[in-house]
């Protein structure tokens, strides 16, 4: 049976005549329909939006706290639901999705508790000078498909802390656990301060150019970042872009071999290596090369590929056929090349289903496009390097500077090269790991701005500064 999902305006659930399609990559299956908005569903929902303003703006913060603590109560009250649905729409196994839905309401909480104080400027017998922050008004968010919810309420989440309403676009690819927590927030949320609006990728343009958003706040590829910047840039909207990565990881050779395979492994294989800080370049010294990429190939081999909703399944499908195909481009140009696999590089295109194997390359050239490029996907290329100076020279050499990753047992080396990386997050012998408090962001051309923590809520408000003559002559 196909579902029909409907979108979240003005605190009703309400459908469109125009649909589209919903598809489950484990077997390429339509699982359910959701409205395709243009510019009258938006037009309705920004208006909604500006509407909820005028009185969410006056809200205390222990108001906004109380909403976003009920938004990640009712997530968790329904996380089984939610992570079922979030596999079967995102292809993810059911533990990474059930890993996305507790990280979505554990994060909503920690940001739930943020606050933006006030700062003296000067404090005399001449002036009082304050700086407060003051929400920017309506914003519009953009998500894509890889974390569609944790992605989704990394831009509600900020923008009800702040002051700010907004209506949100999921992918067209992954809307459908979005839109379900929609309708169960439906009357947690005061009616307009959050909307969620579905269509093609041609609604985003509407959204980035209308008149009435103040803000975009996007995570996205490079490409569409680069779009949105343009768009918005007509009435000067504020921006904060999340971006793209070629994140690498520099491998020491005191490094515990197997230790740090397995790690290697998820940072590159977790979600089929679909996450922007994912590991995407792994440089290992010379003197734990071979012995460090057999074990990883070792591991891998215990690592099953198939339909995340079955048990013991680790790596699930690529998410939509676009990004399959140019997963599958990417591993042909390797074999075109002669770059040797030491483990998978033979896509199956028989059968239904978005699958491609684990593939692990042998030591490519730095020029290769499964190193130059984001592959998105379960390709993990491993090369050799010599020397400090030359793999930090290796690792920077990229457009993008999204997040970066040092293996060693020495951690104060780790943190001396760790400081020459040109990304806005290293870690030291772990990855993926996220804090709500901390900014993320990237450099380069990964991103503009910054999400989560104080740094990342500024991004939704204005400063404002008041000042004050105390010895006027009035
Ligand atoms: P995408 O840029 O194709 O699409 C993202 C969203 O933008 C979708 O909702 C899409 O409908 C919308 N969109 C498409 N064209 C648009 C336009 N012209 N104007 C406005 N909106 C438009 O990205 P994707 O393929 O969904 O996601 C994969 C990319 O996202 C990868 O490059 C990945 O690295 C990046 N990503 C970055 C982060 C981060 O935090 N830095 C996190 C996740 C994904």
């Known amino acids: 049976m196909v579902d029909a999902y409907k979108n979240l305006i003005d605190g009703e659930m309400v459908g469109t005549a125009a649909t589209l399609d919903v598809i489950n990559p484990a077997n390429e299956q339509v699982i359910a329909t959701v409205p395709a908005c243009g510019k009258e569903e938006l037009d309705r929902a920004v208006a909604a939006a500006r509407r909820a303003f005028k009185t969410w ?17 009712v997530i968790k009250d329904n996380a089984d639901e939610l992570y ?13 999705a059930q890993q996305e839905i507790m990280m979505t309401t554990a994060f909503a909480s920690a940001q739930s508790t943020l606050t933006l104080d006030d700062v003296i400027n000067q404090d005399d017998d001449v002036r009082l000078s304050r700086t407060r922050r003051v929400p920017v008004g309506v914003v519009g968010g953009i998500v894509p498909w890889n974390f569609p919810v944790a992605m989704a309420f990394q831009k509600i989440v900020p923008a009800l802390i702040s002051g700010c309403t907004i209506v949100l676009k999921p992918s067209p690819f992954t809307p459908l656990t979005t839109l379900r927590i929609g309708e169960l927030i439906k009357d947690v949320v005061p009616a307009g301060t959050v909307n969620i609006i579905t269509g093609e990728d041609s609604l985003g343009p509407l959204i980035t150019s209308h008149p009435d958003i103040n803000k975009i706040t996007f995570t996205g590829s490079t490409a569409t970042g680069k779009k ?5 840039s007509a009435d000067l909207k504020r921006i904060t872009l999340e971006l ?27 979600n089929a290596g679909q996450i922007c800080v994912a590991a995407k370049r792994i440089y290992i010294h010379e003197d734990i090369y071979d012995d460090l990429s057999k074990a990883i190939a070792d591991y891998s081999k215990n690592v099953a590929v198939g339909d995340g909703s079955q048990q013991g399944t680790g ?14 481009e990417l591993i042909q140009d390797a074999k075109d090349n002669g770059y040797k696999f030491l483990v998978g590089g033979d896509v199956d295109p028989s059968g239904s289903g978005y699958y491609v194997p684990i593939s692990i390359l042998d030591n490519p050239p730095e020029d290769a496009r499964i190193v130059a490029e984001e592959q998105f996907g379960p390709v993990m290329p491993l090369m050799k390097f010599s020397t400090i100076d030359e793999v930090i020279e290796r690792a920077n050499n990229s457009d993008y500077g999204l997040a970066g990753a040092v293996w060693t047992k020495d951690t104060e080396k780790g943190v001396e090269i760790a400081e020459q990386l040109e990304t806005g997050t290293v870690w030291v012998n772990e990855f993926l790991n996220l804090s709500p408090f901390a900014p993320f962001g990237g450099h380069k051309q990964s991103g503009f701005g910054a999400e989560y923590g104080v740094e ?6 204005y400063s404002q500064v008041i000042t004050v003559k105390r010895d006027a002559l009035v």
């Open 57 to 73: 703006r006056k809200t205390t913060p222990e108001e906004r706290t109380k909403v976003v603590q009920a938004i990640a109560g």
């Open 315 to 328: 790596v699930g499908p690529i998410q939509n056929k676009k990004q399959f195909d140019r997963v599958c």
């Open 228 to 232: 949105i910047m343009e768009g918005a």
């Open 456 to 461: 990342g809520l500024k991004e939704f408000t």
């Open 244 to 270: 793209g990565g070629n994140d690498a990881s520099i491998v020491l050779p005191d490094a515990d071999v197997e230790k740090v395979a397995e790690q290697l492994f998820w940072s590159s294989f977790s």
């Open 84 to 96: 079922r649905l979030l596999t079967t729409e995102q292809g993810k196994p059911h533990i990474q």
